[in-house]
T-cell receptor, first 114, second 110 residues
């Protein structure tokens, strides 16, 4: 058990809809990272928050946004969903603001767009 | 940006044999190289990592080597066991970006 909690485990919705994925980091960790894992593009870094502030941005679409709250949990919002957004979405956490540190992953949210 | 290539995509070994997975990276400024193991239905789990100022690191049956000149790093698993069967990912980080390899599906046959 990594200590990172993601909810929900599964999400099924339709094109054009909006969903929110939630992540609680390990106790004491200040950074939260979001990743997308799909069959054709592998594991892709989306965005990082550190202590409530955006720290780094990867291949995140404009339709996607994230935030980190004062209690350090984070939410990833996906809007105007398309079939290609179907994927596993992982959250990871680490204790510092640097990407170059061990990251601990949750078990992911599987998003299916019908 | 950084590009990470990983080989092979699948690897099958007999229990007790060694397994080697190789990755290359493109940006010489990359400074952190973790390896993750992902089992079915689970998130990636960090198994070992190495920084650019170190050439080799070992942790029991697992070792990682880094060749900065050639820009490649490798994961070595000795005395493989069936529970080592999983997908393994390498990654390289530079500045505020982490790039992953495409993964290697390792199967250890009893």
């Amino acid at each position: 058990d990594s200590g990172v909690t993601q909810t929900p485990k599964h999400l099924i919705t339709a094109t054009g809809q909006r969903v929110t994925l939630r992540c609680s980091p390990r106790s004491g960790d200040l950074s939260v990272y979001w990743y997308q894992q799909s069959l054709d593009q592998g594991l892709q870094f989306l965005i990082q928050y550190y202590n409530g502030e955006e720290r780094a941005k990867g291949n995140i679409l404009e339709r996607f946004s994230a935030q980190q709250f004062p209690d350090l949990h984070s939410e990833l919002n996906l809007s105007s969903l398309e079939l290609g957004d179907s994927a596993l979405y992982f959250c990871a956490s680490s204790d510092t603001g640097s990407v170059s540190q061990p990251q601990h992953f949750g078990d992911g949210t599987r998003l299916s767009i019908l | 940006g950084e590009n990470v290539e990983q080989h092979p995509s699948t690897l099958s070994v007999q229990e007790g044999d060694s397994a080697v997975i190789k990755c290359t990276y493109s940006d010489s400024a990359s400074n952190y190289f973790p390896w993750y193991k992902q089992e079915l239905g689970k998130g990636p789990q960090l198994i070992i990592d190495i920084r650019s100022n170190v050439g080799e690191k070992k942790d029991q049956r697992i070792a990682v080597t880094l060749n900065k000149t050639a820009k490649h790093f490798s994961l070595h698993i000795t005395e493989t066991q069936p529970e080592d069967s999983a997908v393994y990912f390498c990654a390289a980080s530079i500045n505020n970006d982490m790039r992953f390899g495409a993964g290697t599906r390792l199967t250890v046959k009893p």
